[in-house]
């Protein structure tokens, strides 16, 4: 086995300095009959053996590489530049855990606080933390959080919020039968959510853009959870948006829930990726999560360490703000390359890029008979309501070739208002040849 | 700050006080500043098209004002982000004995298998007929550990570890809710991880604990004067975080079970017994499982995991949204609908890369080297344990699993901490081993050396234990040289009260080059 270190020779003389015959005496507290059973799985293989094996599933896939592509809703293809991948997988990133020992792990933890510095600046808020596992549970800590703070007990969960999002905010809330309030579905993206806010609410989450593509304006909605006493989460699915859109933080949002996938992290069938998550100054010591922080060494020299750990499982235990241990360091660490590289120039480059060719197409599409595009106000991402339903038109559009978007149908189903709608996602990976594929594909399938 | 990025005055004032160059610098150990204190403006690290002409359609939300974001080039990025990565300890550089972490070497097929074209870039929404090798990877993943574990279900979605207690809790509610039975305490013992009772609390549980005997196991007589009516659920870890199986953990079961409630397996400390025992043999109902540990998917410096949970048929039918089932026409997901599940637990489908990579684990290994992989790690910490027995004090009388737990008395009365022996290892070149955990011995040191060292690595670091302890035990100017280690580092000991009394989380405008500390600076 290539993987071990241990020769036959070696264990003998293991065993002898441990003063025991076999390996199976070192198992001897294993009630009987529970050691050593036979499982039915094959034995080791070599590495061409189990590349062989996964070139065989890989090609089972239709991969995004090969046909035009137009798939969004939460995850989103973007161009990844090769430093990322190359710098991510040096051993002393991707072999080393988390950063207990400051003195040796001031690579991970730099580059921790230059994350939270990032995700500060583009989500136009005060700290943030190092990580979550990914946007929606990043969305459920948040309301959590809410109900610290507040010390309130009620979310309002915006009809426009990703059902994922959704989803995993009602799980997590169900636990402690916590009351939250989900508005009805906002295709039209015009709800007034400040009626349902009250003065039992902790908090109001809600997606800009959100799941059908629409880009609103929050001030109002921030100013009615003020008034109310609540907070105002935002969530942001598509983190590029932030490189032209006018930030959460400056809409008043308190706590902004983000995943950082579009950033440096590749699709991977939907994980892993990494949630950001990040606040006011003065709820710092209410976050979940592991938070880097500056100070110096005994030679007064700049250095960092993991802070504020009163917060965290592993000195708070049942106290503690979250469970979370593990996050997305890796994740994390390919965000800040990648946002590195891009710098400010970059970032905005790159989301005009997206805006502008998302416009292209909804305008193609516009043009279309019995299309329709649903948001006024979009970024790289809209619902378009065809004539018949979405589904099955996705499917058509895979016999020719062309992955053509994520029905409504898949995220709400058995929402028959819903059944005719597709969301569209541009990004800057999309060619114009791409567009008029699925163009001219949809005029022949609808 | 100059325009190459350099820091210099006035960390390099105090830098070179420190070290006795001019740049702060020692050799290959290179002092890095922030990107923020190195970039400008109109330079960038990638090159982009003009973006096309349309009319925006932004709704007047256009962002007003910079980001602040730092222009690098890419040479500038690489240089960065290289030596920040030299700064590190690392596996791949080291033994890293960090005990209940389960550092193993982590293979580089797995990487590069999960980057294939049609694994690594497949969207988790596509429609199920362009993504079947996808469900069959999940789906062939899912075997294996049902195999592994002697379980009849597993839930693939949770996150890490800790998501996947969570998982399990939830199940052991919904199941509980579903008869009716309201119950609202977790038994635990003292020597849990932390995840387990903040985990519990999320689940709006009260965490009970249960003592240890003497042998550092569980406490039968204390554990059924504890079970009633209100007890939900038990958390276990077995391997527990001693390091010791818990030989009457059928009998947990039975107790556990014979009061209404269910067993909850930790299982961080599988590595020890892949393989080699069947968790479902032990009654138990559901266990999570770190992929990150056991199944070798890199642990990058905090994540991302993987924490699968195997569960038992009194369970199975609650498991989270989605999951993998076979269809007519092939593998197809159940996203949602009218079943018993309790819901979603994070967007899309689980943590596909870290499945790939387990599994290349799994094939690579195959039965006989996952056994292989569960004696090695126990003959190995059993040998550093017999190896040190006589200097160092183990806690309890061995075997052990997969790790050796010592404790501090044989510092006793030398003005030798833990704390002040793990830091002197890493000045002999090794990470600490797991230092203050578990709670339950004073001064606890958690070895775990893993089935991927060799015997010459084991003895080697064997032997600088040994003449660290004999140091320790010496006294005299010995007391000195732990007190200030690690003194050949990037950094010495760091000011962590200071950090927490007013942190700083971020770097800020205006902060360049700022005195740190002006004492120092002065």
């Not at chain 2, 690098?72 to 080291?94: M, T």
């Not at chain 2, 797995?110 to 789906?139: C, F, W, Y």
């Not at chain 2, 919904?174 to 689940?203: M, Y």
């Not at chain 2, 042998?215 to 870890?237: F, H, N, Y």
Request: aromatic share 6%; proline share 6%; glycine share 10%.
């Amino acid at each position: 086995m290539r993987y071990l270190g241990l020769t036959e020779a070696d264990r003998r003389d293991m065993l002898e300095t441990i003063g025991v015959s076999s390996i199976d005496a070192l198992f001897k507290d294993v009630p009987a009959g529970a050691l050593n059973p036979r499982l039915d799985l094959p034995p080791h293989q070599g590495e061409l053996e189990v590349e062989r094996a996964f070139a065989a599933m890989a090609k089972k896939n239709v991969s995004p590489m090969d046909v035009p592509f137009f798939l969004g809703a939460g995850a989103y293809r973007h161009h990844i530049p090769a430093a990322v991948d190359h710098l991510i997988q040096r051993s002393e990133f991707l072999t080393s855990y988390t950063p207990y020992q400051p003195e040796i792990s001031q690579g991970t933890l730099q580059y921790l606080f230059e994350f939270q510095t990032q995700v500060s600046m583009i989500t136009g808020m005060e700290v943030a933390n190092a990580s979550m596992y990914d946007g929606a549970t990043s969305a459920a800590e948040a309301v959590l959080m809410a109900q610290r703070i507040t010390k309130r007990s009620k979310a309002v969960l915006s009809g426009g919020l990703h059902p994922h999002y959704r989803d995993t905010v009602a799980t997590l809330m169900d636990q402690t039968d916590q009351p939250h309030v989900a508005a009805p579905v906002d295709l039209a993206g015009n709800e007034d959510l400040s009626t349902l806010i009250d003065d039992q609410t902790a908090c109001v989450v809600v997606q800009n853009p959100n799941v059908f593509g629409h880009l609103r304006d929050l001030t109002s909605l921030a100013k009615a959870c003020q008034a109310k006493g609540a907070l105002l989460v935002v969530a942001v699915t598509e983190i590029t948006s932030l490189g032209l859109i006018t930030p959460p933080g400056a809409m008043g949002a308190d706590i902004v829930v983000a995943e950082g996938q579009s950033i440096g992290v590749p699709l991977s069938f939907g994980g892993p990726y990494v949630g950001l998550f990040a606040t006011r100054e003065k709820y710092v010591r209410q976050m979940p999560g592991r938070l880097c922080g500056e100070t110096v060494d005994q030679e007064g020299r700049r250095g960092f360490v993991l802070t504020l750990s009163a917060r965290e499982q592993h000195i708070r235990r049942e106290k503690a703000t979250s469970n979370i241990c593990t996050n997305s360091g890796l994740c994390a660490l390919a965000f800040t390359i990648h946002m590195s590289l891009l710098g400010e120039a970059g970032l905005t480059r790159l989301a005009e890029i997206n805006h502008g060719k998302a416009v292209q197409l909804a305008e193609k599409l516009a043009e279309m008979k019995g299309v329709a595009v649903v948001p006024q106000a979009f970024y790289n991402e809209f619902a378009i309501t065809l004539p018949k339903p979405a589904a099955g038109v996705v499917e058509k559009l895979v016999e020719k070739k062309i992955l053509g978007g994520v029905p409504a149908s898949r995220l709400f189903p058995g929402d028959k208002s819903l059944e005719n709608v597709l969301l569209i996602a541009v990004t800057e990976t999309n060619t114009e040849g791409d567009m008029d594929k699925l163009v001219a594909a949809l005029k022949e399938v609808l | 700050m100059n325009r190459q990025g350099r820091p210099t005055t006035p960390h390099a004032a105090a830098n070179s006080a420190a070290t006795g160059t001019l740049t702060g610098n020692r050799g290959l150990q290179m002092e890095e500043a922030l990107l923020f204190e190195m970039g400008q403006d109109g330079r960038t690290g990638v090159d982009l098209p003009d973006a096309p002409k349309v009319k925006d359609r932004l709704g007047g939300l256009r962002r007003a004002g910079k980001i602040g974001l730092p222009g690098l080039s890419e040479p500038q990025v690489i240089r960065h982000f290289v030596r920040l990565s030299q700064k590190n300890y690392s596996i791949d550089a080291g033994l890293y004995p960090l005990g209940s972490c389960t550092m193993k070497h982590n293979p580089r097929l797995n990487e590069k298998m999960a980057r294939l074209p049609g694994l690594g870039d497949v969207h988790p929404l596509q429609p199920v007929s362009t993504v079947q090798g996808a469900l069959q990877v999940i789906d062939t993943l899912a075997g294996w550990l049902k195999t592994l574990t002697g379980m009849p279900a597993v839930a693939m979605s949770p996150a890490a570890g800790a998501h996947g207690e969570l998982c399990g809790l939830m199940a052991i509610r919904a199941a509980l809710k579903a008869r009716g039975d309201v119950r609202k305490r977790i038994l635990a013992p003292e020597s849990a991880h932390g995840t387990n009772p903040a985990t519990a609390a999320l689940c709006g549980y009260t965490v009970d604990p249960i003592p240890a005997t003497a042998d550092g196991r569980v406490d039968l007589e204390a554990l059924q004067a504890k079970l009633g009516p209100d007890v939900a659920a038990i958390m276990l870890t077995n391997p527990n975080t001693c390091g010791l199986f818990e030989r009457d953990i059928k009998k947990v079961a039975d107790m556990v079970h014979a009061a209404g409630a269910f067993f909850y397996c930790d299982g961080a400390n599988f590595n020890a017994i892949v393989g080699k025992v069947r968790p479902g043999d032990l009654g138990i109902d559901c266990m999570h499982i770190n992929l990150h540990k056991t199944f070798s998917t890199p642990h990058g410096g905090g994540g991302p995991g993987s924490g699968p949970v195997v569960l038992s048929d009194s369970l199975k039918d609650f498991v989270p949204v989605p999951y993998v089932v076979h269809g007519k026409d092939g593998l197809t997901l159940v996203e949602s609908g009218d079943t018993k599940s309790f819901g979603r637990m994070k967007s899309f489908h689980g943590q596909m890369g870290m499945f790939i990579r387990a599994l290349a684990y799994m094939m690579s290994h195959g039965a006989d080297g996952l056994k292989r992989v569960a004696e090695d790690s126990v003959l190995s910490a059993n040998y550093v344990l017999a190896s040190l027995k006589d200097i160092m004090s183990p806690s309890f009388e061995g075997p052990c699993m997969h790790e050796a737990l010592f404790d501090d008395r044989f510092l006793k009365d030398t003005g030798v901490t833990t704390l002040d022996f793990a830091k002197a290892m890493i000045d002999e070149g090794y990470h600490p081993m797991t230092v203050y955990f578990p709670l339950v011995v004073h001064g606890a040191m958690l070895i775990e050396p893993t089935e991927s060292e060799s015997k010459d690595s084991v003895d080697t670091f064997v032997n600088t234990l040994r003449g660290l302890a004999e140091k320790a035990i010496a006294g005299g100017e010995n007391v000195a040289m732990f007190q200030a280690a690690p003194q050949l580092t990037p950094r010495r000991r760091l000011d962590e009260t200071r950090a927490a009394r007013s942190p700083v989380l971020r770097w800020k405008p205006g902060s360049n080059g700022a005195p740190i500390d002006k004492a120092a600076a002065e």
